[in-house]
């Protein structure tokens, strides 16, 4: 078992102005489970795909432990890959599929069954091993792919987006049993998806990349809570982070953040940074998450200072909560999480008040959360 | 061998004080000398074991030694086998070895058989592509036993990073035999370019008919997948990441050359329009053909004329939603599932376009435009 060291990595492409990756530095320790996350374009599979050997690496070093591996061939990196596109080969059974990596590298036939027999076990396909792969579920070829993989026993899993071919009721069966997989086989693991909620759910860490830059690298708690900008904090999340724009003003003491609709009470801690660090008069970005935002009497009595009003263009009653999507803070739609009682329909004035302590703010030209930096 | 073949004969007859004579012969008629004098089982599993330098073999009372290996052939030694002691045959085979493993850097390393044969098939074919009359028969000389008279599925390998230096052939045909699992024939031809004919039998599946498989599948579905897996080998237990073709089964002995003309303006349409794809399909590549015949001149002409706004299409966010909405049928939903957005967010975005270019890709008429006018773009930009 191995971890995982980028340094400096670069990736450029003949003919590019820019670099896809750039600058990528990354210690991934010995059985973690760390997931790239970003939208289309960010860099992630590419940066898979170089620690994969898959792609050359323009500038940097990768280590695979402590073996340099920037100029090894694929098959002797000790990895295994599930890819998005993962092929099973169709002309021979679940058995052969799995156990063909290991003939290649002449195990003895003994050593192959063991190994073969024990995955599959773990896998719930033991009954599948005569099959082809044309007579295989969805979610029975993906446990197969898996299985090529496990019986490598390698250093590192390497996976892109596994699950994206699956339907979302599987996909979530499979997340789980991913998690449990990589667990009991203490692999380390990189995992790339850009599905934020898969991040949330499967990584010790996450990296979060954007545009061939990692934008911050982080535990699940750390990135929701504490995002160090502001694609952090609208990408992870669901629904995302509403942002107003607004501006800083003191009145008697008091800090105030001010917006079309909005005139609440910034915190005393708060305030404190935001003096210190010069944003009085000027404009900012609040960053308030939907759960953040209270319809309860019991909240509203407690926060005086930070109740806006409202009218809510659209109610969508989940059951065990209800999402209303608000006209009237700020210029934009601002997304509430509520309880699924509070009985709110379109078209209501609703009073709200926003959970000041939870709240963040943006740098408007950088974008950088200024509590953060 | 790095030093001349006649100062070693020289000095060797001088140390032995014996006639020496230095001859040539194919790899085959090694093969039978080795093999009368040894015995099959004595060879290893495969039909054609390497041959290498210190290897030797009696003869009709004539002890023959390899000296050197190449594509033009094999370089032995011939000396009276009384002339010898077995200490000084055991000395002679172990100096020639040693000297044959710290030999030329550039020196070939042994090559069976099949590996010259196919290298001879090779050249004739890239002699036929550059030729302005090309032959697509192949001449008889070149037909190797009666399986290049029956349907073979052709693949094009084209690998992005170089090879290992020597071995490169052995070791790819090895490979192969062990995932098609049947006779495969694997012809270089440029520098990483192999062309590989596969059985037609991995197109027949009788087995997935005992159990309830999914909808029928065509001809161009099971090639797709056995290319894709075979994709999957290779990247994964060869060099790496590679460009693959392939094309509808045909007989080699007539279709050689056609086949390979093919599947390389294949790899080179896949190449050029659908950059980050490395598995090429022929049946999907219809319309680039059609547009790659297009003057350039044309295309830019066509371009400028269709577009209000040509830079919308460098918008990374722009492109990857249209591929994926063409992908999916111009279905709304499931592009805006696949994209991870709300389908709200793929409306405004598909509403902006329409703002921006005046096409609306949910109408039939505009979305082919908007799909040769991506098309065009890619490889004018490209160009």
Known sequence: ?373 | MHMGKTDWIKQLQHILDCPIEAATMSAHEWSEIARQDHGAASQSGSPHPPILPGQHAVSDGRLRFVADVSPKGITVFEIDRRALSDKELELIGWTLRLIGSKGDPKAETPISDSEMYARKLGDWIQKQLESDEPAYSLPDHLIAGTRMYHEMIPFLLVTEQNSPKGGAYGELEKLLRSFLSEDILLIPLKSQEWLIWGPASLLRDEEADTYESAEEETVEDSLASIVSALHEMLASEWLGECHLAVAHPAMPAQGIVETTILLRETINLGRKFHVGTNIHLPWMLQLERLLNAIPEAQRAKYLEQSLKRTDLFVESEMLATLETFFALDCNVSETAKKLYIHRNTLLYRLDKLKQETGLDVRQFRDAVLVKIILLLYKVTKRN
């Not at chain 1, 450029?12 to 939208?39: C, H, M, W």
């Not at chain 1, 091993?129 to 390698?154: M, N, T």
């Not at chain 1, 990189?190 to 949330?200: K, L, N, R």
């Open chain 1, 1 to 373: 078992m191995a971890g995982v060291r980028l340094e400096g990595i670069y990736k450029r492409y003949p003919g590019s102005e820019k670099a896809s990756v750039t600058d990528v530095n990354l210690d991934i320790k010995d059985k973690e489970f760390l997931v790239l996350v970003g939208p289309s374009g960010c860099g992630k599979s590419t940066t898979l795909r170089m620690i994969a050997g898959l792609e050359e690496i323009s500038e940097g070093k990768l280590y695979i432990g402590d073996r340099l591996v920037n100029d090894v061939a694929p098959k002797d990196r000790d990895i295994a890959m599930v890819f998005q596109s993962y092929a099973l080969y169709p002309h021979m059974n679940v058995y052969q599929n799995m156990a063909f990596g290991l003939k290649l590298r002449k195990f003895k036939k003994a050593d192959i069954d063991k190994r073969v027999r024990e995955a599959a076990k773990i896998l719930d396909i033991e009954h599948l091993l005569d099959r082809k792969p044309k007579a295989l579920s969805g979610g029975q070829r993906q446990r197969v792919a898996l299985g090529r993989a496990i019986v490598r026993e390698p250093q590192v899993f390497l996976m892109d987006e596994p699950l994206s071919n699956l339907d979302a009721k599987l996909r979530g069966q499979m997340r789980a049993e991913i998690s449990k997989l990589t667990k009991r086989l203490e692999t380390t693991t990189i995992y790339v998806t850009h599905d934020q909620i898969e991040a949330m759910t499967m990584g010790d860490r996450i990296v979060v990349m954007k545009d061939g830059f990692i934008q911050q690298t982080a535990s699940p708690e750390e990135l929701y809570n504490h995002p160090i900008n502001m694609f952090v904090a609208g990408f992870i999340g669901a629904p995302s982070m509403n942002f107003i724009n607004g501006q800083l003003t003191e009145q008697g003491g008091e800090v105030r953040f001010k917006a079309s609709g909005v005139d609440i009470v910034v915190p005393e801690g708060k305030a404190a940074t935001l003096r210190s660090k010069g944003y009085i008069g000027k404009e900012v970005i609040l960053g308030v998450r939907p759960e953040d935002i209270h319809e309860e009497p019991v909240f509203l009595e407690a926060s005086p200072n930070t109740i806006v009003n409202a009218t809510v263009e659209v109610a969508e009653n989940l059951g065990h909560e209800m999402y209303l999507y608000l006209n009237g803070i700020g210029t934009d739609t601002v997304i509430a999480r509520v309880d699924g009682r509070s009985g709110l329909r379109d078209g209501a004035s609703v009073k709200l008040a926003l959970d000041m302590n939870k709240t963040h703010m943006f740098d408007k030209e950088s974008e950088l959360n200024i509590f953060e930096n």
